[in-house]
């Protein structure tokens, strides 16, 4: 994600946005580098057992775990990047065209065979990408935020905060994004709770855990944003939206070069 206004200059110590968002890069990579090409590996008849097929599954499982630490620190720096924008409808519209571009290349790198591709299916819609997350995620915690703006009751607040995240986890459910309704929730505790980022996300990658027990490995972002600076770092504003479709399409590539897609 983003932060679009250069944060407050700080003398403290640690690593800047920019450092954090290149974990998620690298990590989000090696878990989809598992998730395409090692599993479809696994999938033929060469790999399917003995020790090269356990070793195999053993290597695709540790890619896994480390990849769950990808998703969190994208949330978290979602809300960073709400925190900070200059203007947040603009952010919004962003995110949905960026997850509408990155569609064709996730439903090739995951939903799609090489024959549906060939006969000129190039889009499937059972599973949407994160970017379809990311976006009613923050749309979603827009119209919190807005709520907060408002002269209504802190009883009406509430209640009108719980219907908005209810409406958004069932978008991202019947959507069937990545991540889902659960992905939507962990977006909103990450915000209602960003004044203490260490409870923040601790309980978001809690949240996390109830999609997946691999999420448990998700805790390990307690460390990076634990040493989060408050600084932007280097200006990677474009670096996650061309990269996640980009690395999509040529792990499709890969796996087309190697005969398993």
């Not at 990269?243 to 792990?251: G, K, M, R, T």
Request: hydrophobic letters at 55%; charged letters at 15%; a positive charge.
């Amino acid at each position: 994600m983003e932060t679009e206004a250069v944060l407050e200059v700080s003398n403290k110590k640690g690593i800047s946005g920019s450092t954090i968002k290149m974990i998620a890069i690298i990590t989000m990579l090696i878990d989809h580098t598992a998730a395409t090409i090692l599993e479809r590996m696994m999938s033929q008849n060469s790999f399917s057992g003995g020790e090269a097929g356990e070793l195999l599954y053993t290597v695709y499982l540790v890619m896994r775990i480390i990849g769950r630490l990808g998703f969190p620190i994208f949330i978290f720096l979602l809300v960073e990047g709400l925190e900070h924008t200059h203007n947040r409808w603009k952010y919004l519209i962003r995110m949905v065209i960026f997850a509408l571009v990155s569609e064709i290349p996730f439903d090739f790198a995951f939903n799609l065979s090489k024959a549906e591709i060939f006969s000129g299916e190039i889009i499937d819609f059972t599973y949407q990408n994160v970017f379809f997350t990311l976006s009613i995620g923050l749309l979603t915690i827009i119209g919190i935020q807005s709520v907060g703006r408002t002269q209504w009751k802190t009883v009406g607040k509430v209640f009108m905060n719980i219907g908005i995240a209810l409406v958004g986890m069932a978008i991202a459910y019947f959507l069937r994004t990545d991540y889902g309704a659960i992905g939507v929730l962990a977006i909103v505790v990450m915000y209602l709770l960003r004044k203490n980022r260490m409870l923040a996300s601790a309980i978001t990658c809690v949240v996390l855990m109830f999609s997946s027990i691999l999420e448990a490995s998700a805790f390990l972002v307690l460390w990076p944003i634990g040493f989060y600076n408050g600084k932007r770092g280097w200006n990677l504003k474009w670096v996650f939206y061309i990269f996640y479709p980009a690395h999509l399409f040529v792990l499709w590539l890969i796996c087309l070069a190697m005969g398993i897609a």
